[in-house]
């Protein structure tokens, strides 16, 4: 069956760092786009990045360009959102979701069947 299992958030200071995995089971992220996902209190879920099935584009929304790297290790059937310069914007509830397709430019996926169960992210001091 699968799943994708998302760990690694945590309430961190602003200026501070955070690093997100998404375990994947039953299917395999070599075959896959995965891309990031987060959502505040209120808001809709939006995209932040996406890397491609053979992980050679990294896509990323205009508001963590610079500041967040995407990667894959198809070794591990793991991909990992590292988020750097944190800001209290960037609170929220992060998923991953893996699909067969291309990323969209806006560091998105244009459809997902299976979200992870999301890691919340809190930036405060």
């Known amino acids: 069956q699968l799943h994708l299992v998302n760990s690694g958030g945590g309430v961190v200071q602003p200026g501070g760092s955070l690093t997100l995995s998404c375990a994947a089971y039953g299917i395999t992220l070599e075959d896959n786009a995965v891309a990031w996902y987060r959502q505040a209190p209120g808001t809709e879920r939006e995209g932040v990045s996406c890397i491609s099935i053979n992980a050679r584009r990294q896509l990323y929304a205009d508001s963590v360009k610079g500041r967040f790297t995407v990667s894959k290790d198809h070794a591990k059937n793991t991909a990992y959102l590292q988020m750097d310069g944190l800001t209290p914007e960037d609170t929220g509830t992060y998923y991953c979701?893996?699909?067969?397709?291309?990323?969209?430019?806006?560091?998105?996926?244009?459809?997902?069947?299976?979200w992870g169960q999301g890691t919340e992210v809190i930036v405060s001091t």
């Open positions: 979701a893996a699909r067969h397709t291309l990323c969209r430019d806006s560091g998105s996926l244009p459809a997902v069947d299976h």
